[in-house]
């Protein structure tokens, strides 16, 4: 049996899985008004920006990383969406590939 990842059809399952992560990850982030604002600060976007490209795999990823990039938010984050902070971390990594 080959390792998750691995082959294209694993490849495949496994990114609407992060992407899903991911946009949960960008709703909690987005119900904090000064949680939103640093988000936005820090990686340049504006709201209308953030809304076109929300399906790509970069902004998906920005979002992870941003969580990523301070341990207490990415500690609550991943404590409301029930997932372990690997788990969000993981989808970040998959995402950037």
């Given at each position: 049996?080959?390792?998750?990842?691995?082959?294209?059809?694993?490849?495949?399952?496994?990114?609407?899985?992060?992407?899903v992560?991911?946009?949960?990850?960008?709703?909690?982030?987005?119900e904090?008004?000064?949680?939103?604002?640093?988000?936005?600060?820090?990686?340049?976007?504006?709201?209308?920006?953030?809304?076109?490209a929300?399906?790509?795999?970069?902004?998906?990823?920005?979002?992870?990383?941003?969580?990523?990039?301070?341990?207490?938010?990415?500690?609550?984050?991943?404590?409301?969406?029930?997932?372990?902070?690997?788990?969000?971390?993981?989808?970040?990594?998959?995402?950037?590939?």
């Open positions: 049996m080959s390792a998750i990842g691995s082959s294209p059809e694993n490849d495949q399952a496994a990114r609407p899985e992060a992407a992560l991911s946009l949960a990850a960008l709703g909690w982030l987005l904090d008004d000064d949680r939103a604002q640093r988000f936005m600060s820090l990686t340049g976007l504006d709201p209308d920006t953030l809304r076109a929300v399906g790509t795999k970069a902004i998906q990823a920005a979002v992870l990383e941003f969580l990523a990039g301070y341990e207490p938010d990415l500690l609550r984050a991943a404590e409301a969406l029930a997932v372990a902070p690997e788990e969000l971390i993981a989808a970040m990594e998959e995402l950037k590939q």
